[in-house]
């Protein structure tokens, strides 16, 4: 079975890691960028091009959501299947009259951070039921945590995403921010914070919710609102009245 992945980011690069790891051979890297594909293309010894797109069975498309349908016009054979990876589109906006599928690994991804492949959950989608066996096959090659997934389920898979790692990425960036502008090195919150994500495997998060908030402290809370200004104040309210909120304080 050839398989091409098309795109030269960092889910192009990590799944390609992951299926060579595997012992699953990718036969062909396409996509524009050069320099990219040329530095995956040396790490993994796969072959690049970034002018013609070669034949396969199945092609995973690893570009951003925006360029998806775009990329997928490229793609003129019609006995192949084409999957992509994105958590937020439906199957449908992959144009041709190929095979469609969804081939969705739920992760973060950066080249410059090692991964754990084995635990990442894929979601997969596909129109007819021998295409779904062979991405669940794919898939199960890499991580026991495969499951199928219709687009409609999908969705709320990738807006819980945002919230569990997008949005708290976001919340460490404005804190670093906080302490830079203090001269407190980030690094001393580090314990702090791997002891909060690392209680979620054990506790609901809801149980493990700790705070000025949650205790109603409006001394602490009144206190915080004095340091901050602008965009960290509504930051720190909006938050401040969700946790309150939820445990109807």
Known sequence: MQIVIIGSGNVA????????????????????????????????DIPFSTD????????????SDNAVEEVSGLIKRKDCLVAHTSGSLPKEILKGEYRKASF??????SKSKELKYSGIPFFIEAGHEE????????ASRISPNVMESSFEKRKYIHLTAVFACNFVNHLFARAKEISDAQNIPFEFFLPLIDETVGKIHTLEPKAAQTGPAVRNDRRILELHEQLLQDENLEIYKTLNHSIQKMYEL
């Not at 299926?19 to 320099?35: C, D, L, T, V």
């Not at 066996?133 to 794919?138: D, M, Q, V």
């Open 52 to 63: 013609i797109l070669p034949e396969a069975d199945v092609y995973l498309i690893c570009v």
């Open 13 to 44: 690069f990590h799944l390609a890691k992951a299926f060579m790891a595997s012992q699953i051979p990718i036969a062909h890297i396409f996509g524009r960028n050069e320099k990219e594909l040329s530095g995956i293309s040396s790490a993994l």
């Open 104 to 109: 969705y690994p739920l992760q973060t991804f």
């Open 131 to 138: 295409d779904q066996k062979r991405l669940i096959e794919l």
